[in-house]
């Protein structure tokens, strides 16, 4: 009997903390679809509203041809007039999120398709706060890679 409870029990706990989790799921997968959307579309306002800037903020991107860059995270809100708005389309993919409280992280694909019709690959892991109630991005890591 006392072991039909506990697994009652657990399986209970185990449901109910997957369930309170999907709304965060879906919340951070929009929150980086719309991410991606608004550098390309030049919507820098909709940009910086995807990001917080913290003190221990960082963007690390390393090149398909192996060179790091540690970009300044006020770019992430304040970017130079030739870097966002280049148009194009992009597809995320294989994401998977750990949600703890009000922090997460994300890994996914992203395949990007520029105007001309250039594709570029890379994988992304992304570090997220939930603040005032909103996902926001407090850090990435992009790596590109050659296909």
Same mark, same amino acid.
């Given at each position: 009997?006392?072991?039909?409870?506990?697994?009652?029990?657990?399986?209970?706990?185990?449901? %109910?903390?997957?369930?309170?989790?999907?709304? @965060?799921?879906?919340?951070? $997968?929009?929150?980086?679809?719309?991410?991606?959307?608004?550098?390309? %579309?030049?919507?820098?306002?909709?940009?910086? @509203?995807?990001?917080?800037?913290?003190?221990?903020?960082?963007?690390?991107?390393?090149? /398909? @041809?192996?060179?790091?860059? @540690? *970009?300044?995270?006020? *770019?992430?809100? +304040?970017?130079?007039? +030739?870097?966002?708005?280049?148009?194009?389309?992009? %597809? +995320?993919?294989?994401? $998977?999120? %750990?949600?703890?409280? +009000?922090?997460?992280? *994300?890994?996914?694909?992203?395949?990007?398709?520029? $105007?001309?019709? $250039?594709?570029?690959?890379?994988?992304?892991?992304?570090?997220?706060?939930?603040?005032?109630?909103?996902?926001?991005? *407090?850090?990435?890591?992009?790596? /590109?890679?050659?296909?």
């Amino acid at each position: 009997m006392k072991l039909t409870l506990f697994t009652i029990l657990a399986l209970f706990t185990v449901l %109910s903390a997957h369930s309170q989790s999907m709304p @965060d799921t879906t919340a951070i $997968k929009q929150l980086l679809e719309k991410e991606s959307t608004t550098f390309r %579309s030049g919507d820098v306002k909709g940009h910086a @509203d995807c990001w917080k800037i913290q003190p221990y903020t960082r963007i690390v991107i390393s090149t /398909a @041809d192996g060179k790091m860059i @540690d *970009v300044p995270p006020a *770019v992430m809100i +304040n970017p130079p007039a +030739n870097m966002a708005g280049g148009g194009g389309t992009f %597809s +995320n993919s294989n994401y $998977k999120i %750990s949600v703890t409280g +009000n922090s997460a992280w *994300v890994s996914h694909n992203e395949e990007s398709v520029s $105007k001309e019709g $250039k594709k570029t690959y890379s994988i992304e892991f992304k570090m997220l706060e939930k603040i005032n109630g909103d996902w926001k991005i *407090v850090g990435m890591s992009m790596h /590109a890679y050659n296909k």
